[in-house]
């Protein structure tokens, strides 16, 4: 056993620094095969976080390669994918990072008693985030319901150093046979979007390290208010990259307290946006019906409307709705994959409050369109929107999309980059969109751009007198 190579399952961590199990791997002077495998995890992802993993997959094989290293890629159930790879390499051990929400972690208990049962070493290792969920307490035992009271508990907390790459990752006489990624299609649903948001993604380790170094240089000091606004590169990025474990939030956490102790102030925002995150996590383990039912369980007999073929939703997922605000930032997910913050909370309450319809069609809309997709934060992010989830009663949280323009983008330049109607001279990113997007919407730049189909104002008044009657 002591010369038996070690299987490295990958999974949403690919990467090679700061990689608990990949370095326990290589530490013992065994060989290791790094694998993935295609099982329904994968299967089930919506269009843009498959395809993007299939990226991060192709651009993880290459690092390895370079390390004189290979990613085994199979297609299975992850248990059976294992053993036949343990038959085959004669592998006594398989390593990897664990992952939380409830598909994952049914799974991981399975294939971890199965492989101890025949006598394997099959061990988890964390890194996918800072504090593990069943470590954080209150003073009474329980689990945190409110962000503010999880921070103060954390923020103080030692977050392990960062783990080099290893400098070595050794490889076995002989490789097992490996699928091709090509052969997957995991970019399939994408069709010609992808060509469109392919120039917009920051690929792999090197460069969420970079992306990461320069936010820390030129732009956490002033993170606090520039995060806000829209038309400002004012916002790390990372989350495509800690989506897939490109980095780790170990990583993140030390740059970010080191910019703080260096006088950058906005670096504790940028450390409450990382302890957010984890917050996230943090109520999915205790309370995984946030992802698939009202965390506020008497949000359960609230009539929303949950028929996404409705008009008006329809005009919503087309970024068609006559308010400048939601429809700029439904285009820019289409064009770059992603969403500013600002953004994705007022299109996410335009939806739940203003137009009275289910969180979870918005939550699926974006799980299809999104590639910095997260379950965890996808689901805390639609459920605060739409205040079924871990935050005060609605009636203090109705946006309104318009005043919110206003403050946030007063000269409307945020506007002008998506929305090309009505512009003598789009911006190549607003005609962008309708190369993206479904031919079958048959929608143009020179197409009359919609009035409101709920205004701000009266969707308010709409939204307030629902909850009311319903006694929220």
Known sequence: MSSSPVLVWFRR???????AGLSAA???????????????????????????????????????????????????????VLKALVQETGAGAVYW???????????????????????????????HLMFEPWTVETKTGGFYKVYTPFWK???????????????RIPAPDTWPASDELAAWALGAAMRRGADVVRPFVRLGEGAAQSRLGAFIAHKVADYDSARDLPAVDGTSGLSENLALGEISPHQCWHAGARALEEGKAGAETFLK????????????????????????????????????????????????????FVDA???????????????????????TKHLLTHWKIGQKWFEDCLIDWDPASNAMGWQWSAGSGPDATPYFRVFNPVTQ??????KRTYVSRWIAEGRKRPHDDALAYFDAIPKSWDMAPDDRYPDP????????????????????
């Open 13 to 19: 961590d690919l990467r090679l620094s700061d990689h």
């Open 26 to 80: 290589c530490g013992g002077h065994r060989p290791v095969i790094p694998v993935f495998i295609h099982d329904a995890s994968v299967e089930s992802l919506g269009a843009a976080p498959k395809w993007r993993l299939g990226l991060g997959l192709a651009q993880l094989s290459e690092t390895l390669a370079q390390k004189g290293s290979r990613l085994i890629l199979r297609k299975g159930e992850a248990l059976d």
């Open 97 to 127: 990072s664990r992952l939380y929400d409830p598909q994952a972690v049914k799974r991981d208990i399975e294939v971890k008693s199965a492989l101890r049962d025949a006598g394997l070493e099959a061990k988890s290792f964390g890194g």
């Open 153 to 167: 508990s954390v923020r103080n907390q030692d977050v392990p150093e960062p783990r080099p790459e290893p400098s």
């Open 273 to 324: 946006e990382l302890v957010w995150r984890e917050f996230a996590y943090h109520l999915m383990h205790h309370t995984p019906r946030i992802l698939d039912g009202n965390w506020k369980e008497d949000w359960d007999a609230f009539a929303w409307n949950s028929d996404a073929s409705a008009p008006k939703v329809v005009a919503w997922t087309r970024g068609r709705t006559g308010i400048q």
């Open 329 to 351: 930032a439904m285009r820019e997910m289409y064009v770059t994959g992603r969403m500013h913050n600002r953004g994705r909370m007022i299109v996410a309450s335009y939806l």
């Open 405 to 410: 323009l206003d403050k946030f983008d007063p």
């Open 453 to 472: 189909i709920v205004p701000a104002d009266e969707g308010r008044k709409v939204a307030l007198n629902a909850y009311e009657n319903k006694g929220f």
